[in-house]
């Protein structure tokens, strides 16, 4: 099971204050781990204030407990079973409110570039295109 990494300044309880689980402290580590060495690794030098960064590590946290334990909201309508999941989602950290809430806060646009791979455009005037076919 995972140590808290001191550094992370987010406890297992502050994470539990915006998403719901009954999972060990010990568990929830991991995912406030991971979320922490993120923001170290990508977000630390963008110019974002310490309470920037803790608050996306909080958002993070939630987006990466939520990956693992879908939020229900709704189930159950008139003796069938049928689930719908909350928010309208997509891939990567949109895949969650929690997510979407992370890359609000990252004003410098790293958590919504993540993963994109990069285009490179040739522009060629004219004159450039005729010689090049010539």
């Known amino acids: 099971m995972a140590a ?20 060990a402290d010990s568990v929830v580590n ?8 993120y923001v170290q690794d990508n977000l630390l ?12 590590k909080l958002w993070l946290s939630a987006h990466f407990l939520a ?17 719908r999941y909350q928010g309208k ?14 890359l609000m806060l990252d ?3 790293t958590l919504a570039s993540a993963g994109l791979k990069a285009v490179t455009f040739e522009v060629y005037s004219e004159q450039d295109s005729a010689s090049y076919y010539d």
């Open 89 to 102: 989602t997509g891939m990567g950290f949109e895949a969650t409110t929690y997510g979407q809430q992370a």
């Open 107 to 109: 004003t410098t646009g």
């Open 45 to 56: 030098n963008k110019g974002l204030s310490a309470t920037a960064l803790t608050q996306i």
């Open 30 to 37: 991991a995912f406030i781990n991971s979320a922490h060495y």
């Open 4 to 23: 808290l990494d001191p550094d992370a300044r987010i406890e297992p309880d502050r994470l539990r204050e915006i998403i719901e689980t009954d999972l």
């Open 67 to 83: 990956i693992r334990d879908q939020r229900v909201e709704s189930e159950g309508v008139a003796g069938e079973w049928q689930a």
